[in-house]
């Protein structure tokens, strides 16, 4: 049987990226600008990681234009929310892995 | 790059909640201009059926409403992101309000009452609950 580890998702897997996704997690969508303030990124550094997750299919980007000013808006596509949903069970399963293991090892070197 | 490398702490995940609960906090602001339209589909009813029922006035009175909500809309245009579901509970309340409207609470009060100010202000607070559930939903899902 192989680790679960194993089916941790890479694009995911990046703190940053991470970071991206639990932030659009409970939106719609949100503006480029919002993202990168909140995730405390420069501007080529989101984009770079917004590209990733573009790619992967995660992530939807448009572009509108208000008046003069010309937006940008992130929002998660409905794989990127079922990959996150899979990361985190994933995440849990290992955290849960861990703990079981740390118990039976307690277990076995208590006095009996 | 190194933070490209590095894999997800239990640090990162915590970080990542807080992240999350702060976005759902930020998108809130869509329950208020939900409320907000629900006291502007109601005014614009009692307005148009009960105090300017006839003629040139009714005309004026659409007018009136439709620049009323120009300030709430430019507000909503600003905001930096929208909770999730904002379209869709939007889009159905509003489908709710004005078939309701159309089909049957306007014939019905308009039959029975003409123009009452009591009977529309009673039948536009009843149209209006759409949006208050709309706004009850997305207050759960912001929280």
């Known amino acids: ?22 932030t659009l997690l409970p939106l719609e969508q949100a503006e480029f600008g919002y993202v990168r303030d909140t995730v405390e990124l420069s501007d080529s550094s989101l984009s770079q990681h917004v590209t990733t997750l573009e790619r992967a299919g995660y992530l939807k980007v448009d572009k509108a234009r208000a008046g003069r000013r010309a937006r940008t808006w992130l929002s998660l596509t409905p794989e990127g929310r ?5 990361h985190m069970e994933v995440l849990n399963r290992i955290a849960a892995a861990g703990a079981d293991g740390a118990a039976a090892a307690g277990g076995d070197a208590a006095p009996g | 790059m190194a933070e490209e490398a590095r ?3 239990p640090g990162d995940v915590a970080r990542a909640e807080r992240l999350r609960a702060r976005a759902a906090a930020d998108g ?9 339209v629900a006291v ?18 009714r005309h ?4 009136g409403w439709l620049l009323a909500t120009l300030p709430v809309t430019w507000w ?5 992101v929208r909770p999730r579901g904002a379209t869709r509970s939007l889009t159905v309340a509003a489908a709710v309000w004005f078939l309701g409207y159309l089909l ?25 609950l759409p949006f208050a559930a709309a706004a009850a939903l997305m207050w759960r899902r912001t929280r």
């Open chain 2, 60 to 63: 004026l009175a659409l007018a």
């Open chain 2, 76 to 80: 909503a245009e600003r905001r930096r």
């Open chain 2, 104 to 128: 049957l609470v306007g014939p019905l009060v308009r039959w029975q009452f003409d123009t009452s100010p009591a009977a529309w202000s009673l039948a536009a607070a009843g149209m209006s």
């Open chain 1, 1 to 22: 049987m192989s680790h679960p580890r194993r089916e941790l998702d890479q694009v995911i897997h990046s703190p940053v990226r991470f970071s991206i996704v639990a």
């Open chain 2, 28 to 36: 809130r602001w869509y329950v208020w201009y939900l409320a907000a």
């Open chain 2, 7 to 9: 894999p997800l702490s």
């Open chain 1, 82 to 86: 079922r990959a996150f949903r899979r």
């Open chain 2, 40 to 57: 502007l589909s109601a005014a614009l009813v009692v307005a148009v059926e009960a105090f300017f029922a006839d003629g040139f006035a």
